[in-house]
């Protein structure tokens, strides 16, 4: 059963060109130096360019509610504004409306009173 696993498993590691005959500690020493060379690169060039991205992107966001969030609150306020005066005046349109047909039912009565003197 082992036999069969290592076949199975290099013919998994083949490439085309030619198959690996390395062996697991070979794999090993070869994937360490490779996190050692990837340790000692140098990253600080590639943090402080995104770090100044990031800072930018920041400034950006910054801008962009500035110059649109802002006035969208501003607008919305005046907007609901808008709508209690509107609300307020249909009231009060209502209560003169109101008024008129009280007022116009009063001189029909007042008329049919004046006509039967």
Request: charged fraction near 40%; hydrophobic fraction near 35%.
């Amino acid at each position: 059963a082992a036999n069969e696993d290592a076949i199975k498993l290099n013919e998994t590691l083949r490439t085309k060109d030619e198959t690996l005959e390395k062996s697991l500690p070979q794999l090993q020493s070869e994937a360490d130096r490779m996190i050692a060379e990837l340790r000692s690169r140098k990253l600080n060039m590639q943090e402080r360019i995104a770090q100044d991205e990031l800072k930018n992107a920041e400034d950006l966001l910054d801008k962009v509610k500035k110059l649109f969030g802002e006035p969208s609150e501003k607008n919305e306020d005046l907007k609901n504004e808008v709508w209690d005066k509107l609300a307020n005046y249909h009231t009060k349109v209502d209560d003169a409306r109101d008024l008129l047909r009280e007022a116009t039912s009063k001189i029909r009565e007042a008329d049919r009173l004046s006509a039967v003197n």
